[in-house]
T-cell receptor
Framework: DAGITQSPRHKVTETGTPVTLRCHQT?????MYWYRQDPGHGLRLIHY???????DKGEVSDGYSVSRSKTEDFLLTLESATSSQTSVYFC????????????FGPGTRLTVT | KQEVTQIPAALSVPEGENLVLNCSFT??????LQWFRQDPGKGLTSLLL?????REQTSGRLNASLDKSSGRSTLYIAASQPGDSATYLC?????????????FGKGTKLSVIP
């Protein structure tokens, strides 16, 4: 499972509150990704990181920010949650070697009421 | 912009049948293609990865093929079992992005009937 954990696994929050999701990996991978999965849209990339303090935007980055102060942790923050951010959030890492295979965490189900 | 399409969206087959899942992509400049399995309420499990220079990869009863020039990949499942019931996702890794981002299809939901 590439040693990826996500916390919390489930969260219900109210519109307008800040929310931070955490992704933790134990194998020192350089690249980490945040995706969201919604019915009818599939998985879409929010942000990714290619090293400590090095991050970039993905396809659906509006309303989200990320931080990576340590190799093992990649945080996703919703500064002011909206109902449109209700989704399942997945963290992924890119494996080493030439294949660059991606491995996914178990996901966080976020509901914004 | 890369677009990935998976047809059919859902498929129901009797146990023991061989089946093929299809994936097509619009930009052939890919680095590799990954097939994933997702069980309800769970994360994604990587099944097979095919490099752009390869034609196919096999793992047990699974065989994935890649025709990069035509923008197509297939996942062949032999002798299907009820335990194969899940959603299967195809994702392409764009070689030009530098970030090795994955672009996903919306998946094929497979039901294998005992």
């Amino acid at each position: 499972d590439a040693g990826i954990t996500q916390s919390p696994r489930h969260k219900v929050t109210e519109t307008g509150t800040p929310v931070t999701l955490r992704c933790h990996q134990t194998e020192n991978h350089r690249y980490m990704y945040w995706y969201r999965q919604d019915p009818g849209h599939g998985l879409r990339l929010i942000h990714y990181s290619y090293g400590v303090k090095d991050t970039d935007k993905g396809e659906v980055s509006d309303g989200y920010s990320v931080s990576r102060s340590k190799t093992e942790d990649f945080l996703l923050t919703l500064e002011s949650a909206t109902s449109s951010q209700t989704s399942v959030y997945f963290c992924a890492i890119r494996g080493t070697g030439v294949s660059y295979e991606q491995y996914f965490g178990p996901g966080t189900r976020l509901t914004v009421t | 912009k890369q677009e990935v399409t998976q047809i059919p969206a859902a498929l129901s087959v009797p146990e023991g049948e061989n089946l093929v899942l299809n994936c097509s992509f619009t930009d052939s400049a890919i680095y590799n293609l990954q097939w994933f399995r997702q069980d309800p309420g769970k994360g994604l499990t990587s099944l097979l990865l095919i490099q752009s220079s390869q034609r196919e990869q096999t793992s047990g009863r699974l065989n994935a093929s890649l025709d990069k020039s035509s923008g197509r990949s297939t996942l062949y499942i032999a002798a299907s079992q009820p335990g194969d019931s899940a959603t299967y996702l195809c994702a392409v890794n764009d070689s030009g992005a530098g970030s090795y981002q994955l672009t996903f299809g919306k998946g094929t939901k497979l039901s294998v009937i005992p």
